[in-house]
């Protein structure tokens, strides 16, 4: 699995989607190339558009940003 470098995500909030279980904001593009950060292993979204599409979502609202995801209380209630 290719690794994936810490970006934020560019382009319209149109153009972004949100992975269902942890909530990890990317292009499709970048789920489809990478998979979820947090859910590959479950979802398996890797070279799978059509798992893409079923297991992300346009319809989110904010974006949480972490600096530091081992002390980070955010992250901890995320999940992440």
């Known amino acids: 699995m290719d690794t994936q ?3 934020i995500p560019s382009g319209t909030k149109k153009a972004l989607r949100a992975c269902m279980l942890c909530s990890v904001v990317q292009t499709p593009q970048d789920f ?3 998979g979820c950060p947090n859910c590959e ?3 398996q979204l890797q070279n799978d558009s059509e798992r893409v599409a079923s297991c992300t979502s346009a319809q ?3 974006l949480i940003g972490m ?4 002390e980070s209380w955010i992250a ?3 999940r992440t």
């Open 67 to 70: 600096m530091n995801p081992e």
């Open 60 to 62: 989110f609202d904010g």
């Open 76 to 78: 901890k209630w995320q």
């Open 41 to 43: 292993e479950i979802l």
């Open 32 to 34: 489809k190339k990478y």
């Open 5 to 7: 470098p810490a970006a």
